[in-house]
């Protein structure tokens, strides 16, 4: 079953450390994982942040893959960073290009 999917690209402070990082963070009605990357590793626009945790999402990162595996799945609309995308937006990321 379709659910809502979510994808945000943050900056994190430890407040106790005060140390900053980056992470994706990717979650639905059913799984979340987030994603530490480096500073140069940040997407520079809401698809290259989906094409990040489409390559990068394995079986080490269960949450992740699963996330992604949904979005194929049910070909989900997909929101990023607060931007609603369609599944005909994001569906050559996955080398579709026709249903």
């Not at 059913?30 to 480096?38: G, P």
């Not at 390559?55 to 990162?61: A, I, L, N, T, W």
Request: net charge negative; aromatic share 12%; hydrophobic share 35%.
């Amino acid at each position: 079953m379709p659910n809502t999917i979510f994808i945000n690209v943050n900056k994190v402070e430890n407040v106790v450390t005060k140390k900053i990082y980056h992470e994706i963070e990717v979650w639905d009605d059913y799984n979340s994982a987030s994603i530490s990357i480096t500073k140069e590793d940040i997407p520079k626009t809401d698809l290259d942040a989906l094409q990040y945790c489409i390559d990068y999402g394995s079986d080490d990162c269960l949450g992740l893959s699963d996330v992604i595996d949904a979005i194929l799945e049910y070909r989900s609309c997909v929101t990023i960073n607060g931007t609603f995308y369609d599944w005909n937006e994001i569906k050559q990321l996955f080398g579709l290009e026709e249903d």
